[in-house]
Every structure is written in C-alpha cells, then in structure tokens.
T-cell receptor, first 114, second 112 residues
Framework: GNSVTQMEGPVTLSEEAFLTINCTYTATGYPSLFWYVQYPGEGLQLLLKATKADDKGSNKGFEATYRKETTSFHLEKGSVQVSDSAVYFCALRNSGGSNYKLTFGKGTLLTVNP | EPEVTQTPSHQVTQMGQEVILRCVPISNHLYFYWYRQILGQKVEFLVSFYNNEISEKSEIFDDQFSVERPDGSNFTLKIRSTKLEDSAMYFC??????????FGPGTRLTVL
C-alpha cells in the first residue's frame, strides 16, 4: 500500500537559516505529491504540489522536486522566517480514477527563532 | 475566501457515548472527506463521500462510524459508541474533484 515517511521533528532553526524537511514515499503507479502546512489553531493548507516526475512545486519561497528515482519530495526553503513556524505534512495521492484520498506522513514541527 | 468550518472545536465525551462531529464544506465542492490524527501519529484517511454515498473508506471506518449529508450544507461524522482509542483530532476536507482538498481546523475529540 501507499506510505509516506517524513523526517522526525521537531526542527528548530534561527531566522534566515536554510530548511530541508525530508520526505520519501512508497506508492504504486505515479502518485501526485503534496506538502501541507498547519499553522497553530488552523486547518491544513496546501503549500505546494507536483503531479509528475521532475516537476518542481513552489510557493512562498518553499520548493520541492518530485524525484521518481529516489521516491522523494524533500521540502526546502533558502531563508526561513519566524512566521514559517508550523507543522509541515508530506502527502501523496494516487493518480487516475476517483480515488482522491490523501496518504500523509507524521508531520514535522518547525520552530523558527528570531 | 470560502473555507471549511468544523464544530465543535473540542468535544469531551464518556466512553460508550455517541458523538456527532459537524462540518460545513465549501459550497460548490462535491467531494467530502474525514481524516483523523491520533496525538503523535500520522493523519489517517477515514472516508470519502460523493454523490450522497461513501466512495471509499479505510479499515478504521468500521460499523461504529457513519457519515451523512443531512442537508445541502452540513457533512457529519457520527461515532456510535466511542472508545478511548477514538480520542484524536478529526479533520473534515472538501474538494471540487481530484484537485486541492481544503481542510477545516479540526475537532479535538477526547474520550474519557
């Protein structure tokens, strides 16, 4: 079955540091890949996505590249801000058909200190 | 900007009691979902709902669980007889189709 593995948190960084949160997946076929973010007290929000191999998703300075050869979708940001403090979830969805369920990783708590 | 809302934000109940978690999806969305996250564990898919019927459910979604869209706006998750292990954050989501799923803020269910 499908599964997503994220690096364990929590991750604590200083403002302007470089961020990487690793994500690898197991799936049949060619899944779509997502990063969701959850700010304190809010629901999960889509941060970025990629739907095929070598696609790069990007949003708000965050990037992730769909690497089929390594089954990875690592999240990166060159310079984090205090406002990026949140929980980040990697997820996948099988492509095709009407099966739209998301399979999530455990989430990684990021804290950015000023 | 339209958003998914959930009520209550926190529900405390005694083991064996029935609970109903409520969600109002985005109005022009057609697909509805429930997920849950037990503290410290993964967000897990429970059920998806389309065209007034369940389109897929996980092994977690047993006979104790049911979903309903009682009117044109609400989408509910009922747990008939709660167990301690049902304590979790429950997230509702909706989508137009196979595109982005929009999530609500969650309901924290505590079973004592």
């Amino acid at each position: 079955g499908n599964s997503v593995t994220q690096m364990e948190g929590p991750v604590t960084l200083s403002e302007e540091a470089f961020l990487t949160i690793n994500c690898t997946y197991t799936a049949t076929g060619y899944p779509s890949l997502f990063w969701y973010v959850q700010y304190p007290g809010e629901g999960l929000q889509l941060l970025l996505k990629a739907t095929k191999a070598d696609d790069k998703g990007s949003n708000k300075g965050f990037e992730a590249t769909y690497r089929k050869e390594t089954t990875s979708f690592h999240l990166e940001k060159g310079s984090v801000q205090v406002s990026d403090s949140a929980v980040y979830f990697c997820a996948l969805r099988n492509s095709g058909g009407s099966n739209y369920k998301l399979t999530f990783g455990k989430g990684t708590l990021l804290t950015v200190n000023p | 900007e339209p958003e998914v809302t959930q009520t209550p934000s926190h529900q405390v109940t005694q083991m064996g009691q029935e609970v109903i978690l409520r969600c109002v999806p985005i109005s022009n969305h057609l697909y509805f979902y429930w997920y849950r996250q037990i503290l410290g564990q993964k967000v897990e898919f429970l059920v998806s709902f389309y065209n007034n019927e369940i389109s897929e459910k996980s092994e977690i979604f047993d006979d104790q669980f049911s979903v309903e869209r009682p009117d044109g706006s609400n989408f509910t998750l009922k747990i008939r007889s709660t167990k301690l292990e049902d304590s979790a954050m429950y997230f509702c989501a909706s989508s137009r189709g196979g595109d982005e799923q929009f999530f609500g803020p969650g309901t924290r269910l505590t079973v004592l």
